[in-house]
């Protein structure tokens, strides 16, 4: 779904309510934004498209996190999960390295789970999630490196 369908069918359900949720601003701005751009002339940037720009440029200037919070924010309106689908990246050489680079998080997440914040322990727990991913994918490597070791033994006798 597009922003300006997103601002038509809010409209079409309470034009009124939207006007009040935006400071009062006139109806007519809101038509403007549930306009679809390919077929009007002048097609306004809706908060939803300036939201969009804005977490992008976050997200370029490395505020990762603050743009998760936003958007943890409005799914929890909705009682929704955001989930992070970058790539995997393991930042250590090893998988040793990477195993032992897990009991930070480990212990972050069960401290979490002392507390009463239900918030702090989603946050510690992808986090964690994370980082055993990591984990998984420097195995999936040696594995890979094994196998491929293997081969080359077997070619050579």
């Known amino acids: 779904m597009k922003s300006w369908e997103i601002f038509d069918a809010a409209r079409k359900h309470s034009k009124a309510q939207l006007c009040a949720i935006w400071g009062n601003r ?3 701005l809101i038509d403007y934004w549930a306009q679809d751009p ?3 002339a002048d097609p306004k940037r809706n908060p939803i498209d300036r939201m ?3 977490l992008r440029n976050l997200d370029k200037e490395g505020l990762r996190d603050v743009v998760i919070a936003v958007i943890r924010l409005l799914g929890g309106a909705v009682d929704c999960k955001v989930v992070d689908r ?3 990246i ?3 050489d090893t ?7 897990d009991l930070p998080f480990l212990a972050q997440y069960q401290n979490a ?10 946050h510690a727990e992808e986090e964690l999630r994370r980082e055993l991913a990591e984990n998984r994918v420097r195995f999936v490597e040696q594995l890979e490196k094994k196998r491929k070791q293997r081969e080359e033994a077997r070619r050579k006798s």
């Open 38 to 40: 390919a077929f009007c």
């Open 52 to 54: 969009e720009m804005l």
């Open 26 to 28: 006139s109806s007519r």
């Open 95 to 101: 998988l040793q390295e990477e195993i032992i680079d």
């Open 113 to 122: 789970l002392q507390g009463d914040d239900l918030e702090e322990v989603d």
């Open 86 to 88: 970058r790539k995997v």
């Open 90 to 92: 393991p930042d250590k």
